[in-house]
């Protein structure tokens, strides 16, 4: 028996709690892990409170990351006692994911845990790392290096945010960070940001082309946000887009693309493929310090996950959150 968070529906009416059930409950999958820790991400949240249609069928086990020790395998290429890592691929969605103390799962979906990271260290990094990550590969991938800007990260404070300062700075760029919280300004200097601007100035609607700033930029807003990244980015600069904080919409004009030449680089992290997966955490163990992970990390246990999940919505944590499953 195991304990899990889990989303219901009847009548069209959601609830949400933490149940304890048998392993023959547990969906269908190659491998079974023994989760040692999960995260509470922005898509978590929604699917938590119901404020998004996130969950595509119920019951349903929310949690889009995972770390910890397979527990069974029917596969060749996990045994048991290895430590794995998920990211995606429609768990917490479609699948159940890590909000609970055990999970069954497609080992095609599992990565090693890097040498570099414990488990809980591997969520504090999280989806919200990984994610910075593949940003700033894509970044690097279309030639954008220190000597050629500046380089916008918004939404500073949140997960992404904070992990893209964090990468971005290690790499020798010189980070602005944007945010609707300028109160935590000594936080985002702490990670590496070198300036700092309130959201204010990108969050409204603006004009189809702006005084050029940045050379690149990590978007995890969307909405006029994004379209005013895009208005403000330097000839043949780039932006990975990442987010959509503020909306799915991109209320913006083609004139970046056409009279700058800006690219605009859309980041995939759940269908993303094992060896981006792959690359990508070793270069956050390579990166990363892990003496910055207290400081961006909050450590719940699964019964706080739902009052956690309302305070993330309502834009009351920084950082990541990391949810404690094995004791640890």
């Given at each position: 028996?195991?304990?899990a968070?889990?989303i219901d529906?009847?009548?069209?009416?959601?609830?949400?709690?933490?149940k304890t059930l048998?392993?023959t409950?547990?969906?269908?999958?190659d491998?079974?892990v023994?989760v040692?820790?999960?995260?509470?991400?922005?898509?978590d949240?929604?699917?938590?409170?119901?404020?998004?249609?996130?969950?595509?069928?119920?019951?349903?086990?929310?949690?889009?990351?995972?770390?910890g020790?397979v527990?069974?395998?029917?596969s060749?290429?996990?045994?048991?006692?290895?430590?794995?890592?998920?990211n995606?691929?429609?768990?917490?969605?479609a699948?159940w994911g890590g909000?609970a103390?055990?999970a069954?799962?497609?080992s095609?979906w599992l990565?090693?845990?890097?040498?570099?990271?414990?488990?809980?260290q591997a969520m504090?990094?999280?989806?919200?790392?990984?994610?910075?990550?593949?940003?700033v590969m894509?970044?690097?991938?279309?030639g954008?290096?220190?000597?050629?800007?500046?380089v916008?990260?918004t939404?500073?404070?949140?997960?992404v945010g904070?992990y893209?300062?964090a990468?971005?700075?290690?790499l020798?760029?010189?980070v602005?960070?944007?945010?609707?919280r300028?109160?935590?300004?000594?936080?985002?200097?702490?990670?590496?940001?070198?300036e700092?601007?309130?959201?204010e100035?990108?969050s409204?609607?603006g004009?189809?082309l702006?005084?050029?700033?940045?050379?690149g930029?990590?978007?995890s807003v969307g909405s006029?946000?994004l379209?005013n990244?895009l208005a403000?980015?330097?000839y043949?600069?780039?932006v990975?887009?990442?987010?959509l904080a503020?909306?799915?919409d991109?209320?913006a004009?083609v004139?970046?693309f056409?009279?700058?030449?800006?690219t605009?680089?859309?980041?995939?992290?759940v269908?993303r493929?094992y060896e981006?997966?792959v690359?990508?955490?070793?270069r956050?163990?390579e990166l990363?310090?892990p003496?910055?992970?207290d400081?961006?990390t909050?450590?719940i246990?699964l019964e706080?996950?739902?009052?956690?999940a309302?305070?993330?919505?309502?834009?009351?944590?920084?950082?990541?959150v990391?949810v404690?499953?094995?004791?640890?």
């Amino acid at each position: 028996m195991f304990k899990a968070l889990v989303i219901d529906k009847h009548d069209d009416v959601q609830q949400v709690g933490i149940k304890t059930l048998e392993d023959t409950q547990l969906p269908e999958g190659d491998v079974t892990v023994r989760v040692a820790c999960s995260t509470l991400n922005y898509k978590d949240a929604l699917a938590i409170t119901g404020q998004g249609p996130v969950v595509r069928k119920f019951p349903m086990v929310p949690g889009i990351d995972l770390a910890g020790v397979v527990e069974d395998s029917q596969s060749d290429a996990f045994k048991p006692g290895d430590a794995v890592l998920l990211n995606g691929w429609g768990v917490g969605e479609a699948h159940w994911g890590g909000l609970a103390e055990k999970a069954r799962l497609d080992s095609r979906w599992l990565i090693p845990l890097p040498l570099a990271f414990t488990p809980q260290q591997a969520m504090a990094v999280g989806t919200a790392g990984y994610t910075a990550m593949l940003s700033v590969m894509a970044l690097q991938r279309h030639g954008v290096t220190p000597d050629h800007g500046e380089v916008l990260v918004t939404g500073a404070n949140g997960g992404v945010g904070s992990y893209a300062i964090a990468l971005l700075a290690a790499l020798g760029y010189r980070v602005i960070a944007s945010t609707g919280r300028p109160q935590e300004a000594d936080y985002l200097r702490a990670l590496g940001a070198q300036e700092i601007i309130e959201r204010e100035t990108l969050s409204a609607p603006g004009r189809p082309l702006a005084k050029e700033r940045w050379a690149g930029a990590i978007d995890s807003v969307g909405s006029h946000t994004l379209a005013n990244v895009l208005a403000g980015t330097r000839y043949g600069g780039v932006v990975a887009a990442c987010g959509l904080a503020q909306g799915m919409d991109l209320p913006a004009s083609v004139a970046p693309f056409i009279l700058r030449g800006v690219t605009l680089a859309g980041i995939d992290s759940v269908m993303r493929p094992y060896e981006d997966r792959v690359e990508a955490w070793q270069r956050l163990g390579e990166l990363l310090d892990p003496a910055q992970f207290d400081a961006i990390t909050r450590t719940i246990l699964l019964e706080e996950a739902i009052d956690t999940a309302q305070a993330l919505l309502a834009g009351q944590v920084r950082g990541r959150v990391v949810v404690t499953l094995d004791g640890a």
